[in-house]
């Protein structure tokens, strides 16, 4: 059974940072890509980045310069640095593989 549990969000300052972790249980983590995606209040579900397991990283250009995904296969983990968070960054984050998501994990950026 494959599994995606998030941790890292909380409540930020603009200007701040955090940093996500996604951690996958079962065995196809390594050969697979991993995604974030995040959904604000009232808005659709957005993809942010995503990792292959070539390590290639892809970014929606509302994010990129500010975030950084990463992969660390022995811990079969997934991380996404987020720099400069603004306010329009809040919203719940999922993490994404073929067809399992997380729970997902909040994000606010307020002063």
């Known amino acids: 059974q494959v599994q995606l549990v998030e941790s890292g969000g909380g409540l930020v300052q603009p200007g701040g940072s955090l940093r996500l972790s996604c951690a996958v249980s079962?065995?196809?983590?390594?050969?697979?890509?991993v995604g974030w995606y995040r959904q604000a209040p009232g808005k659709q579900r957005e993809w942010v980045a995503a990792?292959?397991?070539?390590?290639?990283?892809t970014y929606a250009d509302s994010v990129k310069g500010r975030f950084t995904i990463s992969r660390e296969n022995a811990k079969k983990t997934v991380y996404l640095q987020m720099n400069n968070l603004k306010s329009e960054d809040t919203a719940i984050y999922y993490c994404?593989?073929?067809?399992?998501w997380g729970q997902g994990t909040q994000v606010t950026v307020s002063s």
């Open positions: 994404n593989m073929v067809k399992f």
């Open positions: 990792i292959t397991a070539a390590r290639i990283t």
């Open positions: 079962g065995s196809i983590f390594s050969s697979n890509t």
